[in-house]
Nanobody, 121 residues
Framework: QVQLAESGGGLVQAGGSLRLSCAAS????????MGWFRQAPGKERAFVAA????????YYTDSVKGRFTISRDIYRQMVYLQMNSLKPEDTAVYYC??????????????WGQGTQVTVSS
């Protein structure tokens, strides 16, 4: 089993920055990569970014490219999402997820509880 715990969410003004953290524990050696997703009120959960543990290869949805950076710390089993130039449309609950590697980077097997990010205009 893998347990994931997000932190770092909060309220920020448009143009500001936040750094989300995801702490992984349990059978993390069985995971291939990590992803960040978000869900705004009334909308479907959407992919934001992903990173592989081994090589650090990254993937981003177009709307966050150039603004968000995903990274990982292998030894601390941590994944981060640095969010800069935040916009009100970034407001959502952000979830950390872990993938076994099957159908990477689309499918994920474990999910955190989510952390709220609110961007005011």
């Amino acid at each position: 089993q893998v347990q994931l715990a997000e932190s770092g969410g909060g309220l920020v003004q448009a143009g500001g920055s936040l750094r989300l953290s995801c702490a992984a524990s349990g059978r993390t050696f069985s995971t291939y990569g990590m992803g960040w997703f978000r869900q705004a009120p009334g909308k479907e959960r959407a992919f934001v970014a992903a990173v592989t543990w081994s090589s650090g290869n990254t993937y981003y949805t177009d709307s966050v490219k150039g603004r968000f950076t995903i990274s990982r710390d292998i030894y601390r089993q941590m994944v981060y999402l640095q969010m800069n130039s935040l916009k009100p449309e970034d407001t959502a609950v952000y979830y950390c997820a872990a993938s076994s590697g099957t159908n990477w980077p689309n499918d994920y097997d474990y999910w955190g509880q989510g952390t709220q990010v609110t961007v005011s205009s």
